[in-house]
């Protein structure tokens, strides 16, 4: 690899890492936190809903506009938002209960989502800009880190929460993350583009693009929905403590972990591969979220070591089906005559990105409600039936248009580089 290729990897490397470990300590001890400052199981939802909505305009508007406001500018200043973010989230144990502390939840979450919008957004449009012929692979190799945050923090979470209070947590992850602004000021390699004529909207007008979107739609939704109501589940059901809730959401990380960079390399190797990963990997989550109750109709009973394999099950197959669904949609746009450029892939970005919040939104939010007026198990079941909706329709789809799967294909491959052809693209 080039230099700009090795420090453009350390760069989303430590910007998935810092991202993601701030993101994830919420889950196991502030559904908890917030039930005593006044907030109700479908105010805690829509808490971690408003994030996704925020996220969702912001990933449009930027993935819209990233050549005019400037990748490194937009990931640096995203850093810089998300780290001062989580700092103030520390300290809103100190703000009176009731609607004071919900509406300042809502407002940093927001404000928060924004920044880590800017930073994700610049980040898969670069990443797809510096490694056009090998997209999933790395993708791939850069969800260990996505994953490492995951795994580390929701126990490291629970551990400070348990051992230090509230505050602690936030502060030490917020203060990692402004490390992360210098850094990434230093390594980044600055990349100049021209705007694009070519419309977002117009990317949605395509059948198997909302299809696919769809289905980001349902696999975040499933995520959001375990953000907000897993730990409390466990809490009650199984007599746990907040840094055992945290160590049991390893079973979602670690495998998703795992399995990224493999699924990366084997779709970038054989395209024609994506949409059954993309299929399969939707039916593996819907039966993930069936059994992770189990769902009440079945009458088996809800027991630890259950949960802890459908977790696994989950974050298997959401390494399986998220990894090829980001070159996949970027293959459709190709296909429909976008320009190969940064513009076209910050809107992916942003389309992806926004689907994305859309479910990160939907899931705590539908879900809390479900769960505050039936139970976890009926509404897991619910998320499952939305991930077996997306597979089957994904399904129909690739089995109605197999001649259209292998012309992608055989374009996919006269763009791949062989051994004389440099990975970096001026």
Known sequence: ????????????????????????????FFPNEALKKGASQTVIG???????????IGSLVMGKYIVQIGAKFMLVMGLFVSSGCTIM???????????????????????????????????????????????????????????????????????????FGYEVPFMLLGCFLLIMVPFNIYILPSIEADPSTDSLLSLLRQGKIILICYTVFTLSGGLGFLDATLSLFAIEKFNLS????????????????????????????????RPWFVVSGGAATAFGFFMLGPVPFLHIP?????LILMLGVIGLSLGISAIPMFPEIISCAY?????????????????????????????????????????????????????????????????????????????????????????LTE
């Open 335 to 423: 296909e429909q005559g976008y320009e190969e450029g940064l513009s076209t892939l910050g809107m992916v970005s942003g389309l992806f990105g926004a689907f994305w919040s859309l479910g990160m939104f939907y899931g705590p939010t539908v879900g809390g409600l479900i769960t505050q007026h039936l139970s976890f198990e009926w509404a897991a079941a619910v998320q499952g039936g939305l991930a077996f909706l997306g597979a089957s329709l994904l399904a129909v789809y690739y089995l109605c248009h197999p001649q259209q799967q292998q012309q992608q294909s055989v374009r996919t491959d006269s763009r791949a580089s062989d051994e004389h052809t440099p990975l």
């Open 302 to 306: 809800s027991q630890l070591w259950l």
């Open 242 to 273: 907040a840094g055992y809730v945290g160590l049991i959401l390893l079973g979602l990380s670690l495998p998703y972990c795992l399995a990224s960079p493999l699924i990366g390399y084997i779709t970038d190797k054989y395209p024609s591969t």
């Open 89 to 163: 989230f520390g300290l809103l144990d100190r703000v009176p209960s009731g609607a004071l502390f919900i509406s300042m939840c809502f407002i940093v979450r927001s404000i928060d989502a924004l920044g880590f919008a800017a930073a994700m957004t610049s980040t898969f449009a670069l990443t797809a800009k510096i490694f056009p012929n090998n997209v999933a692979t790395v993708l791939g190799s850069l969800e260990v880190f996505t994953g490492l945050g995951l795994i580390l923090g929701p126990p490291l979470g629970g551990w400070f929460y348990q051992s």
């Open 1 to 28: 690899m080039t230099r700009q290729q090795i420090l453009t990897l350390i760069s989303m490397a430590s910007v998935n890492f810092s991202s993601m470990i701030c993101y994830s300590i919420l889950g196991p």
């Open 46 to 56: 829509l808490i971690f809903g408003c994030y996704a909505v925020a996220n969702l």
